[in-house]
């Protein structure tokens, strides 16, 4: 029997020029598109799932929107909760694979960013493929990541001359600034900050940070950490009431 072929491609931050050739390649010949939609005013993300498919899916094909489930959030058990949240994920997309898609058929997984940064999408796919009920084929195309988005927007580089940079999480951060670099100059690079806090934070450290990035309502505010720390919180408190969701990332840099 043949298996079930699986395509996880990297879309990119919102922009649809950010498709590579390789996506679009990938796109052209798939029966089905899978999509965990997380709630109802996240709608517009499913959309412009929709409209890439529209532009380059070649053949018919159908968009599979699986309701992701619920993750609670219990900090203390943070890894225990994580763990139960992707194996319902994977529960849930391993039925909509067996229903929706028959030996042979190709499947698409879109995935804002790169699926190998911060993404779950191919943890996921482990799971159900361990499980040994599906033959799944799986094939990853790398995407353009809100990392290098943002540093393009605001026109710096990541890093400082041969210096490392860090990628990290606002939970992380939280715990403190990591070690400083050999050569003098930090720079962290935070995700999946739900709410950022910087009042612990060196005020003389330069930030960049985007909100929305590679959309028609990105938004850029860059400085002295102590001087639009506050204006970052504000803007982004806005955006988030406007939009009812919010993506966003930073740069810290200590010179």
């Given at each position: 029997?043949?298996?079930?072929?699986?395509?996880?491609?990297?879309?990119?931050?919102?922009?649809?020029?950010?498709?590579?050739?390789?996506?679009?390649?990938?796109?052209?010949?798939?029966?089905?598109?899978?999509?965990?939609?997380?709630?109802?005013?996240?709608?517009?993300?499913?959309?412009?799932?929709?409209?890439?498919?529209?532009?380059?899916?070649?053949?018919?094909?159908?968009?599979?929107?699986?309701?992701?489930?619920?993750?609670?959030?219990?900090?203390?058990?943070?890894?225990?909760?994580?763990?139960?949240?992707?194996?319902?994920?994977?529960?849930r997309l391993e039925a909509a694979f067996a229903t929706e898609l028959e030996a042979g058929q190709v499947?698409?997984?879109?995935?804002?960013?790169?699926?190998?940064?911060?993404?779950?999408?191919?943890?996921?796919?482990?799971?159900?493929?361990?499980?040994?009920?599906?033959?799944?084929?799986?094939?990853?195309?790398?995407?353009?990541?809100?990392?290098?988005?943002?540093?393009?927007?605001?026109?710096?580089?990541?890093?400082?001359?041969?210096?490392?940079?860090?990628?990290?999480?606002?939970?992380?951060?939280?715990a403190g600034w990591p070690a400083g670099a050999d050569n003098g100059a930090d720079s962290v690079v935070?995700?999946?900050?739900?709410?950022?806090?910087?009042?612990?934070?060196?005020?003389?450290?330069?930030?960049?940070?985007?909100?929305?990035?590679?959309?028609?309502?990105?938004?850029?505010?860059?400085?002295?950490?102590?001087?639009v720390g506050a204006e970052i919180r504000r803007v982004r408190a806005e955006a988030r009431a406007r939009?009812?969701?919010?993506?966003?990332?930073?740069?810290?840099?200590?010179?």
């Amino acid at each position: 029997m043949q298996d079930r072929q699986i395509r996880v491609i990297g879309i990119g931050t919102g922009d649809p020029e950010h498709l590579t050739l390789q996506a679009v390649r990938a796109l052209a010949e798939v029966d089905a598109v899978f999509v965990l939609d997380k709630r109802a005013e996240t709608a517009d993300l499913v959309e412009i799932r929709k409209r890439i498919c529209a532009a380059h899916i070649r053949k018919p094909h159908r968009v599979v929107t699986v309701e992701d489930p619920p993750r609670e959030r219990r900090p203390a058990d943070y890894g225990a909760t994580v763990e139960a949240w992707h194996a319902a994920r994977a529960a849930r997309l391993e039925a909509a694979f067996a229903t929706e898609l028959e030996a042979g058929q190709v499947g698409a997984i879109l995935v804002w960013g790169d699926p190998a940064l911060y993404d779950s999408t191919l943890r996921i796919l482990d799971r159900i493929s361990a499980r040994g009920r599906l033959a799944l084929s799986c094939a990853v195309i790398p995407g353009l990541s809100s990392v290098q988005v943002l540093a393009a927007r605001h026109g710096v580089p990541l890093n400082a001359i041969g210096g490392p940079v860090l990628i990290t999480t606002g939970r992380r951060l939280a715990a403190g600034w990591p070690a400083g670099a050999d050569n003098g100059a930090d720079s962290v690079v935070v995700m999946l900050d739900g709410d950022p806090s910087f009042a612990d934070l060196d005020p003389d450290l330069t930030i960049y940070w985007g909100a929305y990035l590679g959309s028609p309502g990105e938004i850029l505010v860059s400085g002295r950490l102590g001087t639009v720390g506050a204006e970052i919180r504000r803007v982004r408190a806005e955006a988030r009431a406007r939009h009812g969701w919010i993506m966003d990332i930073y740069l810290l840099r200590r010179l």
